[in-house]
T-cell receptor, first 112, second 115 residues
Framework: GNSVTQMEGPVTLSEEAFLTINCTYT??????LFWYVQYPGEGLQLLLKATKADDKGSNKGFEATYRKETTSFHLEKGSVQVSDSAVYFCALTGGGADGLTFGKGTHLIIQP | DAGVIQSPRHEVTEMGQEVTLRCKPI?????LFWYRQTMMRGLELLIY????????DSGMPEDRFSAKMPNASFSTLKIQPSEPRDSAVYFC?????????????FGDGTRLSIL
């Protein structure tokens, strides 16, 4: 079956630091890959997505590249802000109306 | 457009009671998903519907859990009888299928506490 593994948190960084959150996956076929973000007390919001190999998703300064050869979709940001503090989830779906398979989430804390 | 609407936002009840969670998907979306989030297990897919028909309920933990979608604009997740280990945040999500992988849109969740 499908599975997603992402680095455990919490990850604590200083403002303007470089961020990487690792994500690897196991899936049959050609999944679509997503990063969702969850702020305290809220639901999940889509951050970015990629639907095929070598696609790069980007949004709000965050980027992730779909690497089929390493089955990875690592999230990066060049300069984090305090407002980026949240829980980040890597997820995949087989496509169409399939449900999402999520990683356990990475709690990111950015200190001023 | 209104997003996915879930109610109630919070529910506190005693074990053994029946609990009903409600979800209104985004208008025009034809697939609906129920997820459960706990500290121990993270986010888990419970069940999903396509065009109001349950497609996969393999994630439903026990027979105490049931879900219905009587029409395109409403779904319920029911727990009867409820137990303390059912305490979690339950999310509903919806999507319009067809034409590529569209992202799921999530509601704000129902935080359920069973005493």
């Amino acid at each position: 079956g499908n599975s997603v593994t992402q680095m455990e948190g919490p990850v604590t960084l200083s403002e303007e630091a470089f961020l990487t959150i690792n994500c690897t996956y196991t899936a049959t076929g050609y999944p679509s890959l997503f990063w969702y973000v969850q702020y305290p007390g809220e639901g999940l919001q889509l951050l970015l997505k990629a639907t095929k190999a070598d696609d790069k998703g980007s949004n709000k300064g965050f980027e992730a590249t779909y690497r089929k050869e390493t089955t990875s979709f690592h999230l990066e940001k060049g300069s984090v802000q305090v407002s980026d503090s949240a829980v980040y989830f890597c997820a995949l779906t087989g496509g169409g109306a399939d449900g999402l398979t999520f990683g356990k989430g990475t709690h990111l804390i950015i200190q001023p | 457009d209104a997003g996915v609407i879930q109610s109630p936002r919070h529910e506190v009840t005693e074990m053994g009671q029946e609990v009903t969670l409600r979800c209104k998907p985004i208008s025009g979306h034809n697939s609906l998903f129920w997820y459960r989030q706990t500290m121990m297990r993270g986010l888990e897919l419970l069940i999903y519907f396509n065009n109001n028909v349950p497609i996969d309920d393999s994630g439903m933990p026990e027979d105490r859990f049931s879900a219905k979608m009587p029409n395109a604009s409403f779904s319920t997740l029911k727990i009867q009888p409820s137990e303390p280990r059912d305490s979690a945040v339950y999310f509903c999500a919806s999507i319009r299928t067809g034409g590529g992988s569209q992202p799921q849109h999530f509601g704000d969740g129902t935080r359920l506490s069973i005493l």
